[in-house]
């Protein structure tokens, strides 16, 4: 018979990463030296795009129309003001000509144009404000994005600013995303500045310890640094979103700490039970590791997910998302444990919390922030299992209503007004809409493939011109076998106008090929993609989420829970998405231009992040209710218990990632300004309302039914389930109606003491 006191040997996992710390830290210097030399410079390889499906309809016609008429579809506006006087005026006139044929000097710049030079053909409205004070050269730049980008800092210094009698600014697509990608790296210096000093700061009033409060956020640090190398060496292969280096920062810093502060504590409850630092490791590794280890996994699924879309936006994130994940599970699983390890019990040293509060103990730091907030979830859990029907039908009814707005959702594409409203090509692209008539820039362009005669281009022409959403059709331009029309709608470049006028214009007969692009071609093929693969994704995210979550619990009531609590602890944040930026309330508190839309990909984005970070949570919470369920057998108890010793934990890493989400969300761009500070209220309230109230009301509801499973099941899970406890046999879950039986003696190992107490407690 094996006797219960005796500590369990260390594992395998345990021998190989602490056997030598000083060559694992050593080792991992190293690592992060050279990742931090392959990741140097990696915001200058970064797209600014990637919204559009590669095999969308408009994207097959914008490489034809650049291949065939590099002209057709400028990407670079000059804004040309005359002040008081008249476009037309001869001085104005000169000026603007001589601005035209300079810029058509420049090399990689085609198909340049202007108001001036289009008055002869009777085409130039579009391209002249309706005051008649401001008009417009346009021109494209070639090249792929990087190509772009230089060619417009080249050439834009002389171009831009007061030239005789007009003043120039610059505008277009190309513009816009060049002006984005810097904001966005400006942006990103100053989140990384303001989140990583308050992170520490409550990282030591977390911990007390300053040393303690280090090694999260060391962790962090790595993370970042070796995924920003991972992204650097995927650019060499595929295009990458330069938005994903948000995430990168995001879930670098708030992963890695909510796993150091995982293993950090339960190794500091070990040492106050009395464990000596090795063994106080190996129960760490044992429990906490392999929580750490599960959670990982929970998150890079939901992640992972965004494979599945076309878009590169998408599929960035998903590449910086699990290289970060699985970095800071990596770095807490080896790096941490030869830190604590050489450590020991100074792992306490330094408690700066004494200046404020003297006399407290190392026993009573503990790890979640004091007895204290041990006592208070356990009250609170008391009372929320005493009423679990009323707190779980208006907690449920609350988040629901929170998430009422996004029934109103209306989805667009990313523009201009996701910049500052005194950014440069913002400024000339809301001079065109209020302005100008039509949409120049903004055009739908027709590219015609295969023979016809000019009386069919024209008959063609003619029922284009009378769809209702027609503002103007200028074409075509002919070349060989191809030609292209340039449609006008009536109203913006991406409205429901725009968009409906292209579905009319695909269903228009002709009697040759047609395909149709621009800004509304593509949002409507974005739209088309995202809502054919988004049931996949949905449906990958569950199942993967409910077998990880039934390998952890071997429950077949308790996946099923986590899949609808993590979907509606999300509701909130939807809802405040839709009220906020596409409504526009507390736009000027938060600084943003609202475009009346959401970008299309941006619920998919924020959905996968979202629910993978509920997920997080969710695990730490199971695992010890799953720990203590597996020990004594009382189901009220373990829920109880586990939310006690969890629920400051869980708290203090939701604040510190939203802290982190908060800090992205100070960005200038509207996007990431909604995906921090969406993310961080999702955050919150699964942390706050969600795992501390709807969770144990539903358990209590559920009773011992929740750790039902058939007999095939249980066998199944007995076999291959990853459940946290400690070494030896763990007590068989019971069937939902079986007897509570006699309960097995409490283990008196590292960690028995502090269980004891608190089972005494409740």
């Known amino acids: 018979m094996t006797e219960v006191n005796s500590p369990p040997r260390p594992g395998g996992w345990t021998r190989f990463v602490t056997a030598r710390p000083r060559l694992s830290l050593l080792a991992a210097l190293v690592l992060t030296v050279l990742a931090v030399l392959a990741g140097s410079g990696v915001a200058e390889r970064l797209g600014s795009g990637g919204w559009e499906d590669p095999a969308a309809q408009s994207t097959y016609a914008t490489k034809a129309l650049e291949r065939e008429f590099p002209g057709s579809q400028p990407n670079l506006l000059l804004l040309l003001d005359a002040g008081d006087a008249s476009v037309d005026d001869p001085a104005v006139a000169a000026e603007a000509n001589r601005l035209t044929a300079r810029l058509a000097a420049e090399k990689g710049v085609v198909g340049v144009g202007s108001y001036w030079q289009a008055k002869a053909s009777g085409t130039a409205s579009a391209l002249r404000a309706k005051d008649g004070h401001e008009a417009l050269i346009a021109a494209r730049i070639t090249g792929d994005e990087k190509t772009m980008g230089e060619t417009l800092d080249r050439i834009a210094p002389a171009l831009r600013g007061t030239h005789g009698p007009v003043e120039v600014r610059i505008g277009g697509g190309v513009a816009v995303r060049h002006e984005m990608q810097t904001v966005i790296q400006e942006d990103l210096t100053r989140a990384e500045v303001i989140a990583l000093p308050i992170t520490l700061v409550l990282l030591v009033m977390v911990f007390g310890s300053a040393v303690a409060a280090l090694l999260p956020l060391g962790i962090g640090i790595v993370a970042i640094l070796g995924t920003n190398a991972v ?183 990313a523009d201009d007004r996701q910049l500052p409203s005194s950014a440069e090509s913002h400024v000339v692209q809301q001079h065109i809409r209020d302005g100008f008539p039509g949409s120049p820039g903004g055009g739908l362009e027709v590219l015609a493939e295969g023979r016809a005669t000019p009386a069919q281009y024209t008959a063609y022409k003619e029922r284009v011109a009378a769809l209702p959403e027609v503002a103007r059709v200028d074409g075509p331009l002919v070349k060989g076998d191809a030609a292209y029309f340039t449609v006008l709608p009536r109203g913006e470049a991406v409205d429901e106008t725009a968009q409906r006028l292209v579905r009319d214009l695909r269903a228009t007969a002709a009697p040759f090929e047609t395909k149709v692009t621009g800004t509304a071609a593509v949002l409507v093929d974005s739209k088309h993609a995202i809502g054919a693969r988004l049931p996949w994704a949905a449906a990958f995210i569950a199942v993967v989420t409910l077998l990880l979550v039934f390998l952890l619990t071997g429950s077949v009531l308790i996946p099923l829970q986590a899949v609808a609590l993590n979907a509606l602890s999300l509701t909130a944040m939807f809802g405040a998405v839709v009220w906020v930026f596409q409504d526009g309330h507390l736009s000027g508190l938060l600084g943003f231009t609202s475009p009346g839309s959401i970008e299309t990909t941006l619920p998919v984005l924020m959905f996968c992040v979202a629910f993978g970070l509920s997920m997080d949570y969710g695990v730490f919470l199971l695992s010890r209710i799953k720990e203590e369920y597996d020990r004594t057998g009382d189901h009220e108890g373990a829920v109880a218990l586990g939310l006690r010793r969890t629920g400051g934990l869980i708290t203090a890493a939701a604040v510190i990632l939203a802290v982190v989400m908060v800090a992205i969300g100070t960005s200038r761009v509207t996007n990431t300004k909604m995906l921090g500070l969406g993310i961080a209220l999702a955050v919150l309230m699964d942390a706050m309302v969600v795992r501390s109230l709807l969770v144990p009301a539903i358990m209590r509801l559920t009773g011992r039914a929740t750790w039902w499973a058939p007999a095939p099941l249980r066998a199944f899970h007995r076999r291959f389930g990853l459940s946290e406890g400690e070494s030896g046999p763990a007590r068989p879950a019971p069937d939902a109606g079986a007897p509570a039986g006699v309960l097995p003696e409490a283990p008196s190992g590292p960690g028995g003491r502090e269980r004891d107490t608190a089972d005494a407690h409740h």
């Open 231 to 413: 992204l650097s060496g995927l650019t060499r292969f595929t295009d990458v979103s330069i938005f994903a280096m948000n995430l990168t920062t995001a879930l670098g810093l708030g992963l890695a700490i909510d796993y150091a502060l995982f293993i950090v504590r339960r190794f500091r409850e070990e040492l106050a039970a009395g464990a000596d630092p090795a063994a106080a490791i190996g129960t760490t590794l044992r429990t906490a590791g392999r929580t750490v280890l599960f959670s990982a996994l929970t998150v890079a699924v939901s992640l992972a997910a965004m494979l599945l879309f076309p878009q590169y936006f998408l599929r960035s994130f998903a590449y910086a998302g699990m290289a970060v994940v699985l970095l800071a599970a990596a770095a807490a699983l080896i790096l941490l444990p030869a830190a604590l390890i050489l450590l020991g019990d100074r792992v306490n040293s330094l408690d700066l919390r004494r200046l404020l509060r003297r006399g407290r103990t190392a026993a009573a730091r503990g790890g979640e922030g004091g007895e204290g907030d041990g006592r208070l979830w356990g009250r609170t859990a008391d009372l929320v299992m005493r009423r679990a029907p009323f707190f779980a039908l208006a907690t449920t009814a609350v988040l629901v209503l929170l998430g009422v707005p996004f029934l109103g959702v209306k989805f667009g594409t």
